[in-house]
């Protein structure tokens, strides 16, 4: 990428940041078009995100156990898991397979609209398409993402109890309760804030590449790929800056 | 109302280098039909485009009803685009949305009415485009002419004062062409509207054309009624009438 296209493109995004937030708190506030959102992007990447986590949890436990035999370690199995999954797998990797997901459909919804004219169209009749199409979808993300990552949080913990009861041959009390033990309110905030971000990150990348797609059925597959590409990038680059943030803030 | 519905003067646009529109000076005036002829790429729709602020020009203004559209925020523009209906080249219906619900859009968003009233009145408006039964259809299972006068009723729902027809017969049989020629016409006479119609298709702004104009180089060539357009002996407009001379025979033959 050019530089002067990098520019552009941060530029444009900063902008589409600024007219969707806005857009957000001018009323009418269109809650029909937020929940059916809400639909498309939480409750039906429910499965994906649950399997995500569900298997990484099963495989911290097992790593964890199997790596370092040292004797005693299994008992801190449940810390392991719940730490390493609430503060940092749970949201990175339910943002960049959710994100995947979502981000692509925003930018394939978007751009086709964008390559039909029916951009456009909103336009001309007096619809501003930030408020139709990016608000609800940028809303539904913020609600939705955090609230995957804490449901995919819990199911990989169970996921790690599953593997540590049956494979590891420890009590269920006592893996629990040692995550219990380890979790404190700032390894939960710290991980609801940061798939907040992500959130945020996919949702305004996938409906800017929407709206600024060209070139015909060509072009909304080209977007596409760039969504996917950029909202991974970006969630796994702030996710370092994050995870330092939060470590001073907490 | 003799004062010109709309007032362009030195509408100027560039892409990167290339000058689009070299500072067009025109009116629209009330109630006529200004046909913009010019080949593909000469810059027509983009002019047209102009006239709802869909694109901002480079330089110049364009005043509508007394409002510089040039000088407006996007925001600002909504309350006048209320008043000018819009028909795209490929009809632009959302195609995620029934033929009803294409229709009754603008009537959500802008007209305030109850629903039995928007009922109404998407039927009404595709009564005026000779169109009946098609309302749970989705665009998809449509002809390119039907999908055509959907969007056309659509862009009536709010009844403009305006409207600005972007390539209208593109991509439609000449029977199809010429019915779409047809509807302008008695869309026109019944509901007075101003019209600016873009097109290429010499049978369609023969049958529409109050007025036309030919587009070249980023100028008007020509702009005059038909039977000046007839007479002149601008070779520019003589290749492009005559150039489609043949089609229109056949056309009144079928």
Redesign the interface.
């Known amino acids: 990428m050019k530089p002067r296209e990098f520019a552009e493109q941060t530029g444009g995004l900063g902008i589409l940041t600024g007219q969707a937030f806005l857009a957000m708190i001018r009323p009418p506030y269109e809650a029909g078009l937020w929940i059916r959102q809400m639909e498309q992007i939480g409750v039906r990447s429910l499965g994906v995100a649950g399997i995500t986590t569900v298997f990484t949890g099963m495989v911290l436990a097992l790593q964890t156990a199997l790596s370092l035999p040292t004797l005693g370690i299994k008992y801190y199995i449940g810390s392991v898991v719940a730490k390493s999954l609430v503060r940092e797998l749970g949201p990175v990797l339910t943002a960049l397979i959710v994100g995947g997901r979502i981000g692509s459909g925003m930018t394939a919804e978007i751009g086709t609209?964008k390559v039909?004219?029916?951009i456009?169209?909103l336009?001309?009749?007096?619809?501003?398409p930030v408020k139709k199409l990016v608000v609800p979808k940028l809303v539904a993300s913020l609600v939705m993402l955090p609230a995957l990552t804490v449901i995919g949080d819990a199911l990989g913990i169970l996921g790690g109890l599953v593997v540590a009861t049956l494979t590891l041959h420890l009590t269920p009390g006592l893996y629990l309760n040692d995550v219990f033990d380890s979790l404190n309110l700032g390894d939960v905030g710290s991980g609801i804030a940061k798939s907040f971000c992500f959130a945020y990150f996919i949702a305004v990348v996938g409906c800017y590449n929407g709206l600024h797609t060209t070139g015909g059925a060509d072009g909304v597959g080209r977007a596409t790929t760039n969504t996917v590409v950029l909202a991974a990038i970006l969630v796994l680059i702030s996710d370092f800056f994050l995870t330092k943030l939060f470590y001073i803030l907490t | 109302m003799p004062e010109a519905l709309y007032e362009i003067r030195g509408l100027t646009k560039r892409y990167g280098r290339k000058v689009v529109l070299d500072g067009l000076d025109f009116d629209i005036r009330h109630g006529e039909c200004l046909v913009i002829l010019g080949r593909s790429g000469s810059g027509k729709s983009v002019a047209l485009?102009q006239l709802?602020g869909?694109e901002k020009p480079d330089g110049g203004s364009v005043v509508f009803d007394g409002t510089d559209l040039a000088g407006l925020e996007?925001?600002e523009?909504?309350?006048i685009?209320?008043r000018?209906?819009?028909l795209?080249?490929?009809g632009?219906?959302?195609?995620s949305m029934n033929v009803f619900e294409n229709v009754a859009?603008?009537l959500r968003?802008?007209s305030g009415l109850s629903a039995p009233e928007i009922g109404e009145r998407v039927r009404h408006k595709l009564a005026l485009v000779k169109l009946k039964d098609v309302e749970g259809k989705m665009p998809a299972d449509l002809s390119g002419g039907m999908r055509k006068r959907v969007a056309l009723a659509?862009?009536l729902a709010?009844d403009p004062e305006m409207m600005l027809f972007d390539e209208p017969t593109t991509g439609l049989d000449p029977i199809t062409s010429a019915t779409i020629g047809k509807l302008i016409n008695s869309i026109r006479s019944e509901l007075g509207v101003t019209a600016v119609v873009v097109t290429h298709d010499i049978p369609l702004a023969r049958r529409v054309g109050g007025r036309v104009a030919l587009l070249a180089d980023g100028k008007f060539r020509f702009i005059g009624d038909w039977q000046e357009a007839e007479r002149s002996d601008d070779s520019a407009l003589c290749d492009f009438l005559s150039g489609r001379e043949e089609e229109e025979d056949e056309e009144n033959v079928a």
């Open positions: 609209m039909t004219e029916q456009d169209a336009r001309a009749m007096a619809t501003d | 485009r709802n869909l996007e925001r523009l909504f309350a685009r209320r000018i209906g819009m795209f080249q490929s632009a219906l959302f195609d859009f603008p968003e802008h659509r862009s709010l």
